[in-house]
């Protein structure tokens, strides 16, 4: 793997250079920033296309990191497979129950806690990947002082089982984890570009495989030279708080728009805390009629919509309680056909006190048919009692639906009782397009959910599969599209390697900007000494690139005082008093 130093020019360079070369492809650190950098290319092929020099470019030759982890490194045995993401999840889960009745672990997982270890199951997922990289530090480490693991302390030892229990899933499944793939370097033929790797927090998790090839080259984060003319620091724009920083920001935009004739699409805003900022943001956007693009993804389960299956979760683990009750067939997200029988079955709650089931005598009591049996006179009541046999009225037809779905015993079952309530319980033509989207979006999910049981029949399987598909959803990111066009506004580093005309970062203070890489970070700091792993200050890359890759210099701002606490701007910017334009 060959070094090359990279700036924007160079990458340029490179993309001018391979543009018709289909054997070349370019692997950037995001999504944004490949698809951005795609359309530079197509714009350069245009161009190069009038003077009769160019022709057609594949734009998959520019992808994420992502993408190429899953999709381009292979296993030296290649009937194998990448393992999907979610795969490692049902591992955790399998072994976290296995751990129930074998207590295989003592420290990973206190015996204290074994009976509700599966809670444990996104940290443990989370430690598979770095496994290969501790099991080779530990075993050289064993070896140079002449210890075997069974020497060693309680944490050493579950990993080890860790470790081997994954190996052998890994071999079951005919699969392999990219993470833990040596050299050589599988070749294909091709020839990869890798674009600001220092900005990856897993790419040392690759290198040596990735050394191993002579196809891959690297263009690294561009620094300073001591003969820059530019000041060493780019210097960012102080505020006493964060609504004069906020204010300051619309004015800067309008009038950089209007001086430089900037279209609006080509700016950048990068926000660190973006969730706390994005209302104070669009307001100040709507006050100045700046049009704007948010490009912030949330997980599915936090859109309004999305939150129908947790929802539907709710309801049967809480035993139909009202207040469960009342935020699935209130939420005016999902057009219900019968809105006159929902409100007069949330009136009736209300005035019979239907809080919560509970047991009498060890006796279940369902709070709702008890009170429907004590009023049957009630006009209420008489609405759900007459008419047929009790389990074909509204509610009890509704708890048998939702019961249906939660105990699915496979999610393609999940699948079939969601669409039978759907047809039942909703007005399907007057779903709002957003909303119909979203859970659109969600089905999707649940498909591929379903491709990997059917795939994996025995690695992806669990004991209650749509709880596992709710933990899914809030795992999920989703960006809903959009046709408006305007500024773009990102999350902190998303944006930092794509090619905007100007880049602009508000809230720039130490702690926002400070991004720490720190491999086998479940080791105390004691323990990753005595391995050799160092943790890695990777603010400086992201400050780098974004001052960089910017057609004008990069505005940074940021506020003494924000919404929740006093800030300092980041020591490697170069502060300077902000100001604001009185005459706007």
């Known amino acids: 793997m060959s070094e090359k130093n990279g700036s924007k020019k160079t990458v340029e360079q490179l993309i001018i250079d391979n543009l018709f070369n289909q054997q070349v492809y370019f692997v950037f650190p995001t999504d944004i920033s490949a698809s951005v950098w795609a359309e530079r290319a197509l714009d350069i092929s245009e161009k190069s296309t009038t003077k009769n020099r160019g022709g057609a470019i594949a734009l998959e030759r520019f992808i994420a990191w992502d993408y190429f982890k899953s999709n381009s490194i292979k296993s030296q045995q290649q009937d194998k497979r990448s393992i999907p993401t979610t795969l490692r999840k049902f591992f955790a889960i399998h072994i976290l129950e296995r751990n129930k009745k074998e207590k295989i672990f003592s420290s990973l997982v206190s015996q204290a806690y074994a009976d509700t270890s ?25 070896s140079a002082i002449e210890k075997t693991f069974e020497q060693n302390d309680l944490e050493d030892c579950d990993l080890l089982r860790l470790y081997e229990e994954y190996g052998e899933f890994l071999n079951a499944n005919n699969l392999f984890d990219p993470a833990w793939e040596k050299p050589p370097f599988y070749d294909d033929g091709k020839t990869w570009y890798i674009l600001y790797p220092q900005v990856l927090l897993d790419f040392e998790e690759y290198r040596n495989l990735l050394d191993s090839s002579k196809n891959v080259y690297i263009v690294n984060v561009p620094t300073k030279s001591k003969t820059d003319t530019k000041s060493f620091k780019p210097q960012v724009n102080t505020f006493a708080n964060t609504r004069e920083e906020l204010h300051a920001l619309a004015l800067y935009i309008r009038s950089v728009c209007t001086e430089k004739n900037i279209a609006w699409q080509d700016i950048a805003l990068s926000v660190p805390d973006i969730e706390t900022m994005e209302p104070y943001i669009r307001r100040e956007f709507e006050l100045y009629s700046i049009p704007y693009q948010l490009r912030s993804g949330k997980k599915l389960s936090q859109y309004p919509a999305g939150r129908l299956f947790t929802l539907i979760q709710a309801c049967v683990q809480e035993d139909f309680s009202f207040a469960s009750v009342r935020n699935l067939l209130l939420d005016k997200n999902f057009p219900w056909q019968d809105d006159v029988a929902i409100n007069q079955l949330i009136e009736f709650g209300i005035k019979h006190n239907c809080l919560c089931s509970y047991e009498d005598r060890n006796k279940k009591v369902n709070v709702w048919q008890d009170a429907f049996n004590r009023e049957a006179n009630e006009e209420r009541a008489r609405i759900f009692l007459l008419g047929g046999t009790f389990d074909t009225v509204y509610f009890r037809g509704l708890i048998r639906a939702l019961t249906d ?180």
């Open 118 to 142: 599966v809670s444990f199951k996104d940290w443990i997922t989370s430690l598979l990947p770095q496994l290969e990289l501790w099991h080779q530090r530990y075993s050289s480490k064993l």
């Open 405 to 584: 779905i939660y105990e699915a015993q496979t999610f393609t079952q999940i699948r079939e009782k969601y669409f039978m309530f759907r047809s039942e319980f909703f007005d399907v033509e007057r779903f709002d397009q957003s909303a119909n989207t979203i859970i659109s979006r969600c089905v999707m999910e649940l498909d591929s959910l379903i491709q990997l049981q059917k795939d994996f029949s025995e690695a992806a399987k669990c004991n209650n599969p749509y709880r596992f598909f709710c933990s899914h959803l809030d795992e999920r990111d989703y960006l809903a599209q959009s046709e408006d066009r305007g500024v773009n506004i990102f999350p902190y580093k998303l944006a930092s390697s794509a090619p905007f005309e100007h880049h602009i970062v508000i809230g720039a203070s130490q702690n926002a900007l400070s991004i720490i890489h720190q491999p086998l970070h479940f080791l105390s700091a004691e323990k990753r000494a005595q391995l050799g792993i160092n943790e890695t200050i990777l603010s400086p890359y992201f400050i780098s690139l974004y001052t960089h890759v910017s057609s004008l210099t990069t505005y940074f701002s940021c506020s003494n005082k924000t919404f929740g606490a006093y800030s300092l701007p980041h020591n490697d910017l170069d502060s300077i008093s902000g100001t604001i334009d009185k005459s706007n």
